[in-house]
């Protein structure tokens, strides 16, 4: 599975869109681009994933760039409760999910 | 999204005893299981991969007999810690997915060896 790199912090002012970037330069043609969100003490949450097209639901927008090496997760209009760390990961058809380190994003009022 | 359920939330047990921790997918079933473990402000680590019916596959490092994972159904994988340790205390999160779609994570389980 493709490694991905995150900034380790971000902030952003609640109300404002929080953009989380995400590099995966090695990732392949069958690998998925997954976001997770894992808030202190507690599992995982499953925010969005893509493959090639941008993607939104209610939580997120996701952004795949057009050579596939890179995203960016945007969370529209942050609140306080979005304060966790996020998790991007390049899944293969393995379904195995590798975490890294993350983006540690703190919504500050 | 689906709910995956985790028992118990929290246990403390003494070292040399083995410990048992049940999730479920409640809503869906769930082809693959997987267990991860987290230290302290770490990211999650993964353990095995489990296939309902069939033997978990351990990454590397993990060792199959300290913990032994049984899938025995498509809606119940469970991870027991053989002769816990205090050095085995840590965060136990399991996960479920269905046919390599988004897998939903359990709430997690606090393992404390005293």
């Known amino acids: 599975d493709a490694k991905t790199t995150q900034p380790p912090s971000m902030d952003c002012a609640e109300g404002r869109a929080a953009n989380l970037p995400c590099n995966h330069s090695?990732?392949?043609?069958?690998?998925?681009v997954y976001w997770y969100r894992q808030i202190h003490s507690q599992g995982p949450q499953y925010i969005i994933h893509?493959?090639?097209n941008n993607e939104t639901n209610e939580m997120a927008s996701l952004i795949i760039t057009e050579d596939r090496k890179s995203s960016t997760l945007i969370l529209p209009h942050a609140t306080l409760r979005d304060t966790a760390v996020y998790y991007c990961i390049a899944m293969s058809n393995t379904g195995k999910l590798i975490f890294g380190q993350g983006t540690t994003l703190q919504v500050k009022p | 999204g689906a709910v995956v359920s985790q028992h118990p939330s929290r246990v403390i047990c003494k070292s040399g005893t083995s410990v048992k921790i049940e999730c479920r997918s409640l809503?869906?079933?769930?082809?693959?299981m997987f267990w991860y473990r987290q230290f302290p402000k770490k990211s999650l680590m993964l353990m095995a991969t489990s296939n309902e019916g069939s033997k978990a596959t351990y990454e590397q490092g993990v060792e199959k007999d300290k913990f032994l994972i049984n899938h025995a159904s498509l809606t119940l994988s469970t991870l027991t810690v053989t002769s816990a340790h205090p050095e085995d205390s840590s965060f136990y999160i399991c996960?479920?997915?269905?046919?390599?779609?988004?897998?939903?994570f359990g709430q997690g389980t606090r393992l404390t060896v005293v």
């Open positions: 090695t990732i392949s043609g069958n690998e998925y």
């Open positions: 893509g493959l090639k």
């Open positions: 996960s479920a997915m269905w046919e390599n779609t988004e897998a939903f």
């Open positions: 809503d869906f079933q769930a082809t693959t």
